[in-house]
C-alpha cells in the first residue's frame, strides 16, 4: 500500500533521511470520464510522522505544510505525471490529521495503474494489500487482487489500509495551524 501512495504523490511525502510520512488509509473516489480521462478523490487519513529525530522531522513537516499544502512546485510536479490539481487540503478529524487531494487526469492509468480494457476498469494490487471497502467486485488470485468495475460504473471507488507500522510514530495535528 505504501507503494500505491509513494506513486500518487511521487515527490510528495518523500522519505527523507530517517523521516517518512505514513498514514492509516487510503480511500479514492474517481468519476470516469469517458473511457481514460476523469477526476480523482484521494483522502489519506491520519496521516503521522515514523522520523525519530527532531530535525527529521522539522522536515516532515515542512514537505507536507509547506510544499504539498502551499507550493505550486507541487502542482508542476503533479502535472508532469498527469494529475491536474485541483484542490488539496489538511484538516483535523477526531484529533487526527488527513488530507484530501482531488486532480483531474486524460488517462486512467495516472490513477495507481487502473486500467480500462473490454469495457472495464480494473485495479490490480498486491495479495498482501488489505481492501477495506469497494463498490467493485474484488477477484483474489495468488499473485494479487484486482477491483473491477463495469464501464457504466458512474464512480468508482475503493479503501485500502496502509502496511505502515504502527508504533513508534509521530501525530502530526497538533502541528498543524490553519491558514
Not at 4 to 16: A, C, G, N, Q
Not at 63 to 89: A, C, H, N, W
Not at 144 to 166: C, N, P, Q, V, Y
Amino acid at each position: 500500500m505504501k507503494k500505491l501512495f509513494l506513486s500518487l504523490l511521487t515527490i510528495s511525502f518523500v522519505i527523507l533521511i530517517n523521516g517518512c510520512l505514513v498514514f492509516n488509509k487510503v480511500t479514492y473516489t474517481i468519476q470516469p470520464h469517458a473511457k481514460k480521462g476523469g477526476t480523482a478523490t484521494v483522502v489519506f487519513h491520519d496521516i503521522k510522522s515514523d522520523a525519530i529525530g527532531n530535525k527529521e522531522f522539522d522536515e516532515d513537516k515542512n514537505i507536507l505544510f509547506d510544499f504539498m499544502l502551499e507550493s505550486d512546485d507541487f502542482v508542476t510536479d503533479m502535472k508532469q505525471e498527469g494529475k491536474k490539481i485541483k484542490s488539496r487540503e489538511l484538516f483535523v478529524e477526531e484529533n487526527k490529521l488527513n488530507a484530501k487531494v482531488s486532480f483531474a487526469f486524460d488517462e486512467i492509468s495516472v490513477v495507481e495503474g487502473m486500467q480500462y480494457q473490454d469495457g472495464y476498469y480494473f485495479l490490480t494490487i498486491p495479495v498482501k494489500d488489505s481492501i477495506l471497502s469497494t463498490n467493485g467486485v474484488v477477484i483474489p488470485s495468488k499473485e494479487h487482487k484486482r477491483i473491477i468495475w463495469d464501464k457504466s460504473s458512474k464512480e468508482l471507488k475503493f479503501e485500502m489500509l496502509s502496511d505502515a507500522a504502527t508504533t513508534g510514530l509521530r501525530e502530526l495535528a497538533p502541528h498543524y495551524k490553519k491558514k
